[in-house]
């Protein structure tokens, strides 16, 4: 069955760090990109960052960019979002999805998938 679980987060001060994981099982993640997104409360889910399947593809939304990294272990079927200088804005349940090369529509991500898993908190507060 496929399955993606998003675990790493947490309450962390502003310019703190945190590394969040993103789990498949199911399926072999190695021919997808993984993408990240966020849903602050009130507002709506966006992406932030998607790694592709091959070697030098990563999108960045400007809001992150220089502060985020992805990265993929294919052999755990693992993706990782390092998050670095962490800003009260950040707050957000942060997601995962995984798809056929990066979903990048004139420089935004679309977030028009069917479903998604329940993501993992994370909160950047004094």
């Known amino acids: 069955q496929w399955q993606l679980v998003e675990s790493g987060g947490g309450l962390v001060q502003p310019g703190g760090s945190l590394r969040l994981s993103c789990t498949a099982s199911?399926?072999?993640?190695?021919?997808?990109?993984i993408g990240w997104f966020r849903q602050a409360p009130g507002k709506e889910r966006e992406g932030v960052a998607c790694?592709?399947?091959?070697?030098?593809?990563?999108y960045y939304a400007d809001s992150v960019k220089g502060r985020f990294f992805v990265s993929r272990n294919n052999a755990k079927n693992v993706g990782y979002l390092e998050m670095n200088s962490l800003k009260p804005e950040d707050t957000a349940v942060y997601y995962c999805q995984a798809s056929w090369g990066c979903p990048v529509v004139g420089n935004k991500m679309v977030t028009s998938f069917s479903s998604w898993g329940q993501g993992t908190q994370v909160t950047v507060s004094s």
């Open positions: 790694i592709g399947s091959q070697p030098g593809t990563t």
């Open positions: 199911g399926f072999s993640a190695d021919d997808y990109a």
